[in-house]
């Protein structure tokens, strides 16, 4: 983990050095255009990413800071686990898991948006990860964005996500907002992503095909000026009967399940 840390460390030194060159070299726009910042703490119950199950049975705490300025965003986010389902060597009660970078440039041309990023993964237990992605919206009615992420250094592979969404105003305050996705899986080493037979075990082969789906829905409510509260349901579950059998045997904690239904609340502050 110490070398992960290390890592971020430059990577987020770096970010402050082109925010402040950036203000230096572009007083006219620096008038016009302000940063602004994004904080927040979700409480959820379960892990669930790209339907891979990383809790179980335990509360995770999820905080974020995101600051963005003329199209520039850097994040950083982390995962508590308050209750390991398994204890690392040693260790014993809640574990801090997870810490990822992102960097990001993004701008909008008419009804398109494109962005594009960088996100290092700092895990703890095993080897930190790396990727690029891209990102394409399109503003019309369920805004459909294309995300092509590419995982180019422990676990590579490239992941492909479509996904959808539409907000409904019940009030001025508070909106309901759904949203679905479906993934596609193409792994670089059998190793990282391997095919799962049904019974379990990996064929040889690399992963390749459609993976998992999600469906959200959440109720962000404005409780006050710059403070929202988001209660959040998700349900996570395959797209094929490959993924089926790779994320039960393969990506499930107990090998039991293919599908999971988690959900929580979110506290932001914006300005």
Do not use: C
């Not at 703490?41 to 999820?62: F, H, K, M, P, T």
């Not at 992941?159 to 907002?177: C, K, Q, R, V, W």
Request: proline letters at 4%; a negative charge; aromatic letters at 14%.
């Amino acid at each position: 983990m110490r070398k992960s840390m290390n890592h971020m460390k430059h990577l987020v030194a770096m970010s402050v050095a082109l925010a402040l060159t950036l203000v230096v070299l572009h007083p006219a726009l620096a008038e016009e255009e302000k940063p602004s910042a994004d904080f927040s703490v979700a409480a959820l119950s379960q892990y669930i990413w790209r339907g891979q199950e990383l809790s179980r049975d335990s509360i995770v705490i999820q905080p974020s800071m995101t600051i963005s300025y003329m199209g520039f965003s850097g994040n950083l986010w982390g995962n508590l686990d308050t209750d390991p389902y398994f204890q690392m060597p040693g260790q014993s009660g809640s574990m801090w898991n997870e810490t990822d970078l992102t960097l990001s440039y993004g701008r909008g041309f008419g009804q398109w948006s494109l962005e594009g990023g960088y996100i290092y993964y700092g895990l703890e237990g095993i080897d930190d990860s790396q990727e690029f992605y891209l990102n394409l919206g399109f503003d019309v009615l369920l805004a459909p964005a294309l995300t092509v992420y590419r995982d180019f250094d422990s676990y590579e592979h490239w992941y492909f996500l479509l996904g959808i969404s539409h907000s409904f105003e019940i009030t001025d305050a508070i909106s309901l907002e759904l949203s679905g996705s479906v993934s596609y899986l193409k792994s670089d080493d059998a190793d990282a992503y391997p095919e799962i037979d049904s019974s379990g075990a990996p064929t040889g082969d690399k992963f390749n095909n459609f993976h998992d789906g999600v469906i959200s829905a959440s109720l962000p409510i404005a409780v006050a000026k710059y403070i929202t509260i988001t209660p959040s349901l998700s349900y996570t579950f395959p797209l094929s009967s490959d993924a089926s059998d790779e994320m039960k045997y393969w990506r499930s904690i107990t090998g039991d399940d293919d599908n999971f239904l988690y959900g929580g609340v979110t506290v932001s502050l914006a300005f």
